[in-house]
């Protein structure tokens, strides 16, 4: 029989969200364990960018300077952006002929709230390896990698972690950072308030004619946004990334694609401020899903990020929610350490619920909002939505209150 580990927190899932948990819990007194079923691929910095990439805030950037990552994120590459536009251009000919002359856009900048940037976008590997290289240097901390769950059980206020390995561990806590389909959060029967939205999201990376742009933007369409997202220049070369929503048949043709036809595709359909694209270099898509679990925790147990939540991508809010999500978390288990509590205690984790629940719903119920107000052709609902954007850039302190509450401020 295997020997039994001890720790006071287990975090299952070493991704962004998970490896942040246990970066802010570096260099205390709490023993932690890390358990990841997949090695991040090393930084190479000749390679092109990644296909999967997020939009960090300023209020995460934040947590990640404080474990001391951001310096090794912009020692690999990163790409700040200062502006965001946001427009309709409307099918129905009777809105277009009523808009003539009316602006229909929102521009928001990072100067109109004094910072330089509203956000960065950074490969999830980038930003990944940055946390990894923190959490190795930490003697209270274990990254058990590659290495998978096979089971839990809670007893006797402590929860054993079985691994595939045939590996035992005990802990006070365990935390589920596996995304989505979080196997923590079905071993211990939380359940999920689940909604498919009819909507697939296509990301293809792009080779663009440069240079690196400073400017994000999406474009609300009946049939879901378009965006392009910059992207750091490589070795003189520039990129992007375009995303494509749109019904899953739709999505499901384009990326049956060849990457010359789809690129003309691209083209094609979006808007004409789309750089001058060189070449489509590759391209994903998934389904879009909105979950909320219904409780965040149980007794030895919490759940954070993706395995918690998940949302409409259209602002790119989801891992800057499960950020905020450890950022109050560690809080409240690095203060109940301190006082001899037990980290897996009901009365430590209902104070993480309280404050991260009420949070994350209020940015679901936006991001639903949006969705169902962007997502149509009705025409009194597409003068009123092209009206408002234009008006919205017009009022600002409505529009500051706006540009803060997205970037965390």
């Known amino acids: 029989m295997a020997a039994t580990t001890d720790y006071d927190l287990v975090i299952v899932g070493g991704g962004m969200v998970g490896s942040m948990l246990a970066a802010l819990m570096a260099h205390s007194r709490v023993r932690v364990a890390v358990i990841e079923s997949t090695a991040p691929a090393p930084f190479d910095a000749d390679s092109h960018p990644d296909l999967r990439m997020s939009a960090f805030s300023p209020a995460s950037q934040k947590l990640f300077r404080q474990v001391g990552a951001w310096s090794l994120i912009?020692?690999?590459r990163l790409c700040p952006?200062?502006?965001m536009r946001v427009w309709e251009e409307p099918e129905n000919l009777l809105v277009k002929k009523l808009l003539s002359g009316h602006g229909n856009e929102t521009h928001f900048r990072?100067?109109?709230?004094?910072q330089s940037a509203l956000g960065h976008i950074i490969e999830n590997r980038v930003a990944q390896l940055a946390l990894h290289q923190v959490i190795e240097q930490a003697a209270n901390i274990d990254l058990l990698m590659p290495e998978e769950l096979s089971s839990l059980e809670y007893k006797n206020e402590q929860v054993g972690v079985r691994l595939k390995s045939g590996a035992e561990l005990k802990a006070n806590l365990v935390v589920g950072a596996d995304g989505a389909m979080s196997q923590v959060r079905k071993l211990i029967n939380i359940g999920v308030r689940s909604f498919d939205y009819n909507q697939h999201a296509l990301m293809a990376l792009l080779q663009i004619d440069g240079p690196q742009q400073d400017v994000t933007w999406q474009r609300f369409t009946p049939t879901g946004p378009q965006s392009f997202l910059p992207l750091p220049d490589i070795n003189g070369q520039s990129y992007g990334a375009a995303v494509w929503y749109h019904n899953p048949d739709e999505i499901q043709k384009l990326q049956q694609l060849p990457l010359d036809d789809f690129q003309d595709r691209l083209v094609e359909t979006f808007p004409e401020r789309l750089p001058m694209v060189q070449r489509v270099i590759a391209k994903g898509s998934f389904p879009l899903t909105r979950r909320h679990a219904h409780t965040y925790t149980k007794p030895g147990f919490a759940l954070v990020g993706d395995a918690a939540h998940t949302i409409h991508p259209l602002a790119g809010q989801g891992v800057n929610i499960g950020i905020q999500d450890v950022g109050v978390l560690a809080e409240k288990l690095l203060k109940a350490h301190d006082s001899g509590e037990a980290l897996g205690?009901?009365?430590v984790l209902t104070?993480?619920?309280k404050k991260r629940m009420q949070e994350n719903r209020k940015m679901i119920c936006a991001m639903?909002?949006?969705y169902r107000t962007f997502s149509n052709d009705i025409a009194p609902a597409s003068l009123v939505r092209t009206l408002g954007l234009g008006i919205a850039d017009r009022t600002g302190p409505v529009k500051k209150q706006?540009?803060?509450y997205a970037m965390g401020l």
């Open 74 to 76: 912009e020692s690999m």
């Open 81 to 83: 952006y200062a502006h």
């Open 110 to 114: 990072a100067d109109e709230v004094k």
């Open 345 to 347: 205690s009901m009365k």
């Open 351 to 353: 104070q993480y619920q």
């Open 368 to 370: 639903e909002f949006f």
């Open 402 to 404: 706006v540009i803060r």
